[in-house]
């Protein structure tokens, strides 16, 4: 339901990464007061490249961490920059930067850059501040106003601000605190052992045998550059059943080889796998993804955060009881990242200002309900319930707020690098064959609307 209501909050939005930015320039734009607070010195998120991993603990085992950023130095995106942007801000190439369609992870940090630039959103972050607690000032009661009290700590000075907001916005990311695997021998093993969220360069692991755990984007990712400096890399999958793509890899290098999963690890240095082979490693990385984590959200038990589920949230946004005073930008996976947090950022900023409403506690309740039968009934794990990889579901959550509809061209493109990336693992990023849907993209009105040709400033 859309009214003519304009009601100005005061709002807090964790976080400066995509999400947080989005969020920002959305809530203004919608006339609420707003502070982005940021614990780092500039915006960008995990797009924010941090070298300074030493002080990390290495299987980042702290609740509160102190590196966000798990990009490694070679990281290049896995999805062409044409279906990357804001629906607003299309992802232009630059003279003089990375002109590549899978740019490295720098070329994003610019954008979003250039996203803060146009929309002049420095001056409402708040930087070198992190956010230590964030509570109700009153009890929790459905209908009624509730305020929230943020507490943030300025790096240098170590000073504690106390703040009372009508709304908080979390936007802190899901892509930092390791989720681990449970190995028998673990503990005891001595040699390194090491999660990617730490993983900068392949040099540290000249000549060593080395067992990657995980093959996702990541763990294949590491393990690729990893060949060409280790002696031996021991790419361990789920399962053995792998795309093309990567049995090309495999092929192609003499020293990785494809592992079933780890049985057990022994202090003598071997690393047993579940088929019963072995090898003695020197390194164990961990690519095993993330979880989900809010040390600073004090919500009384309303929102449980386990390691891949946040809930209850109704569209993956909004904790029923709570809403819409308090709402998660970018928790769903699996999606076209910038764009739908975009979405969910109109949403929050308009629920806010009263134009539109939520249905009604017991609706959302049962809306939520509905949504984890349906896992169960697919047999999806808990742990994916924020994969969304379905277009249709983005267009109708955008429909909450009359976003548009994700462009044919961005579907196509993105499933056309997806099918690529299976077939040619090594090679996806610089050889493709969508010259026809790239001219249709760029004669659309997301490449047009600015005025500037798509590839050249
Ligand atoms: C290795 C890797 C590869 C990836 N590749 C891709 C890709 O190819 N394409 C893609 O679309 N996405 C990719 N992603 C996902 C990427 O995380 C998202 O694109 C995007 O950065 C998520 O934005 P966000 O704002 O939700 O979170 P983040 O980017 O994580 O930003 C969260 C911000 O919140 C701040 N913050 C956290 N806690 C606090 C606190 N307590 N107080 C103050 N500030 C706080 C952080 O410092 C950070 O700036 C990748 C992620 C990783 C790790």
Request: contains cysteine.
């Amino acid at each position: 339901m859309v009214s003519e209501k304009n009601v100005s909050k005061h709002v807090c939005v964790i976080g400066a990464g995509p999400a947080g930015l989005v969020a920002g320039r959305e809530l203004r734009r919608e006339g609420h007061s707003v502070v982005v607070i940021e614990q780092h010195h500039d915006i960008g998120g995990q797009w924010l490249y941090d070298p300074n991993v030493e002080d990390e603990d290495p299987l980042g085992r702290n609740p509160v961490l102190k590196v966000h950023s798990s990009m490694y130095v070679s990281m290049r995106v896995m999805s062409p920059r044409e279906i990357m942007g804001f629906t607003d801000f299309p992802f232009l190439m630059k003279q003089d930067r990375d002109m590549r369609r899978f740019p490295g992870h720098r070329e994003i940090f610019l954008y979003l850059c250039d996203f803060c630039e146009w929309f002049g959103l420095r001056d409402m972050i708040r930087f070198n501040t992190r956010v230590e607690y964030v509570g109700m000032l009153d009890y929790a009661e459905f209908g009624k106003d509730l305020k929230w009290v943020v507490r943030s700590k300025e790096k240098k000075s170590e000073k504690m601000v106390e703040e009372v907001f009508d709304a908080v916005v979390v936007a802190s990311g899901h892509y930092s605190q390791p989720k681990l695997p449970t190995i028998k021998g673990m503990d005891a093993w001595k040699r390194k052992q090491m999660h990617s969220h730490i993983y900068r360069v392949p040099e540290p692991f000249r000549n060593e045998v080395v067992v990657v755990v995980g093959n996702s984007y990541s763990g294949q990712d590491i393990s690729m550059e990893l060949v060409e400096v280790a002696k031996e890399v021991y790419l361990c999958s789920k399962s053995l059943d792998i795309t093309e793509g990567l049995s090309k890899v495999i092929s192609k290098h003499k020293n990785l080889h494809l592992s079933p999963q780890i049985d057990s690890l022994h202090e003598d240095g071997r690393v047993l796998f579940v088929d019963g082979s072995w090898v003695i490693a020197d390194t164990i990385i961990y690519s095993t993804g993330y979880k989900y984590s809010f040390p600073f959200l004090d919500t009384k038990g309303t929102v449980i955060v386990e390691d891949g589920r946040v809930g209850p949230l109704y569209e993956h946004t909004f904790p029923p009881s709570l809403a819409p005073s308090l709402s998660f930008v970018g928790i769903p996976k699996k999606i076209l990242g910038f764009p739908f947090f975009e979405s969910q950022a109109k949403w929050v900023a308009q629920l806010l200002s009263g134009k539109r409403t939520l249905p009604s506690f017991d609706d959302m309740m049962q809306s939520i309900k509905e949504f984890y039968h349906s896992l169960d009934v697919a047999g999806i794990p808990e742990q994916n319930t924020h994969d969304i990889a379905n277009f249709e579901y983005c267009d109708r959550y955008g429909d909450h707020v009359g976003f548009p509809h994700i462009e044919e061209w961005r579907k196509e493109l993105c499933v056309s690098a997806l099918v690529n990336s299976y077939a040619n693992l090594e090679t996806y990023r610089d050889i493709y064959d969508d010259h026809e849907l790239l001219q249709v993209a760029y004669q659309s009105p997301h490449f047009t609307q600015l005025g500037d040709q798509p590839f050249s400033l």
